[in-house]
Structure formats: structure tokens, C-alpha cells
Nanobody
Framework: QFRLVESGGGLVQPGGSLTLSCTASGVTVGHAYYGWFRQAPGKDREAVSCITYDGITFYADSVKGRFTISRDNARPTVYLQLNNLKPEDTALYYC??????????????????WGQGTQVTVSS
């Protein structure tokens, strides 16, 4: 069973930073791509970032230049560094993984595995 566990969320002031981690365990999928999504109260889930097995990265316009995704294939763990956080970044952040071809990084349906989420709250 492929399992994803997120950690690193918390309460931070505007302008602050957090590092989210997503660790895969169980029967991991080789050459998987990993994504981060978030969902704020009353809003739809939205794609934040994605990284392929080869290290190609994608970012939503709203976080470009502030968030950085990276991965350690040996562990395997995916990280999302969140800098210059804003109140509108407040959400439950989910890690997701998928594999195969003909996928679109912003499409939640193209990810077959999901974590339980970690809460990020940006407030003064």
C-alpha cells in the first residue's frame, strides 16, 4: 500500500516561512510525480506545485517565486518550502502522487494517492 504522510504545517505570521514534508511509505511507485494541493475553507482544492521524478517543477502563478518544491528520491520525500507567506495562503495542504503518462499537473484526478493534509495558517 502506497501511503503519503505530510508534516510541517503550523501557524506563522505574514512574511514568515514554513517547510512542508511529504514522506512516502509502503510499496512506493517508481518514477512517480508528486504534487502539492491546498484547500481553503469554502473554496475548491487548487494545485500549488508539482515535481516529476526527473526534477521538473511546476508552480501556480499565485505562489511562483515564493514556494519551492524539491524531492529526495532515496527516501522518498518531497518538500515544499513556503516563503513570504500571505494570509491568503492559509489552507489545508495535501501531498499527492501519481504515475503514468498523459497527465496534467494541475488535475487532481491524475493523482492516485493522497495524504491526509497538514494545516497552514498565516495570521498576525
Amino acid at each position: 500500500q502506497f501511503r503519503l504522510v505530510e508534516s510541517g504545517g503550523g501557524l506563522v505570521q505574514p512574511g514568515g516561512s514554513l517547510t512542508l514534508s511529504c514522506t512516502a511509505s509502503g510499496v512506493t511507485v517508481g518514477h512517480a510525480y508528486y504534487g502539492w494541493f491546498r484547500q481553503a475553507p469554502g473554496k475548491d482544492r487548487e494545485a500549488v506545485s508539482c515535481i516529476t521524478y526527473d526534477g521538473i517543477t511546476f508552480y501556480a502563478d499565485s505562489v511562483k517565486g515564493r514556494f519551492t518544491i524539491s524531492r529526495d528520491n532515496a527516501r522518498p520525500t518531497v518538500y515544499l518550502q513556503l516563503n513570504n507567506l500571505k494570509p491568503e495562503d492559509t489552507a489545508l495542504y495535501y501531498c499527492a502522487a501519481g504515475y503514468g503518462y498523459n497527465w496534467y499537473w494541475m488535475s487532481a484526478k491524475d493523482y492516485g494517492f493522497w495524504g491526509q493534509g497538514t494545516q497552514v495558517t498565516v495570521s498576525s
